[in-house]
């Protein structure tokens, strides 16, 4: 038998939550397997990566963080 990377494991989830993911597959015409996999990719994604992470960490440390003048934007843009 070939592989395929990937793992067979078993869930035990809510009937209500079943019942709503299967509908939502239904939509996209994917299978539950497939709907729930891709949502979990999507999920997963979403996850800042360590340099985003020290940027947020350092930004709500920070206290000496500079202003921006809004109303003079454009020209900062165009300045870079």
């Known amino acids: ?3 395929t990377g990937k793992v067979e494991i078993a869930l035990h989830l809510d009937k209500g939550l ?3 993911l299967e509908k939502e ?4 015409n994917k299978s539950l397997n497939g709907y ?5 990719r999507k999920l997963i994604r979403r996850q800042p990566n ?3 992470m020290e940027a947020i960490r ?3 440390e920070n206290d000496n963080l500079e202003v ?3 109303d003079h934007f454009k ?3 165009a300045s870079l």
Do not use: G
């Open 1 to 3: 038998m070939e592989t």
């Open 75 to 77: 020209e900062f843009v």
């Open 18 to 20: 079943i019942d709503q």
């Open 68 to 70: 921006l003048d809004v």
């Open 58 to 60: 350092e930004a709500r």
């Open 50 to 52: 360590p340099e985003t």
């Open 36 to 40: 729930v996999e891709k949502m979990l």
């Open 25 to 28: 597959a239904k939509k996209e």
